[in-house]
């Protein structure tokens, strides 16, 4: 596996991630917190902490710190969980981006309406500078900032075409959304799911307050390759959604 199958590994696992271990430093001490993240088109990571937080205290003096992320084991030894850790440099988002970035935030984690614009939180963004991929029990990989970030001109592509994908494919291929949820996700029938967001590693689909991450097979690189995707997928689902259930 290359470098680039590599960074879309672990790219994978970071944009599925509702929750992530996060590590800070104050005056010499290291601190560990959970956060719930979400990864922007270009792999930042939106963080939604309150001014209240031991670690986003931490955060405010000194803004070095890591992210790690995990899956789900292959077997009961933890050690076979597949991981990646992400550090760099966290700051507050600017106010300009707020909208946005907070609307991609909450399109990941929409419970949190119900208190995002409380005045003691604020929006705060990691740039990954480099991570270390664990792919299970003894498989490590460092990964350069340029071996993990995705194509920036299929950042930039997505990005200009997201709204236009989401509000096409809700409104008329909700079907298709549909077989995925319960054919390659295993959610109950009856359920309307529509398009949160789009990136090139794969799409969020949600239900009322449940989100679902799907990822593609590769990369993709614009509206093309999403939709290629979105068909690949809801064929998938369907056929999966057509096979009898065996007796055990």
Request: overall charge negative.
């Amino acid at each position: 596996m290359g470098t680039e199958s590599f960074g879309f590994e672990a790219r994978k696992l970071v944009r599925a991630a509702a929750s992530a271990t996060l590590g800070t430093v104050t005056e010499g001490q290291p601190f560990a917190a959970l956060a719930t993240p979400a990864a922007a088109g270009d792999l930042s990571i939106l963080m939604l902490l309150s001014s209240l937080s031991e670690h986003t205290r931490h955060l405010r003096q000194e803004g070095r710190c890591a992210l790690m992320f995990m899956g789900a084991p292959e077997s009961v030894n933890p050690q076979t969980a597949p991981r990646v850790t992400l550090t760099g440099m966290a700051e507050p988002v600017p106010e300009a981006e707020v909208p946005a970035l907070k609307a991609r935030w909450l399109a990941r984690h929409p419970y949190a309406a119900l208190y995002a614009d409380f005045g003691d939180f604020a929006l705060w963004r990691l740039r990954p500078q480099a991570a270390l991929l664990v792919g299970g029990f003894a498989r490590a990989t460092r990964l350069k900032r340029a071996e993990l970030l995705p194509d920036p001109a299929a950042v930039e592509a997505l990005a200009a075409a997201e709204s236009e994908i989401i509000g096409h494919v809700n409104a008329d291929h909700a079907d298709a959304l549909v077989a995925m949820a319960e054919g390659l996700h295993g959610q109950a029938p009856g359920q309307a799911w529509r398009l949160a967001a789009v990136d090139t590693d794969g799409c969020d689909l949600a239900c009322g307050e449940t989100v679902l991450r799907h990822a593609w097979a590769a990369p993709v690189g614009d509206a093309d390759g999403v939709r290629a995707g979105l068909i690949k997928a809801a064929r998938a689902g369907r056929a999966a959604a057509s096979q009898p259930v065996r007796d055990l």
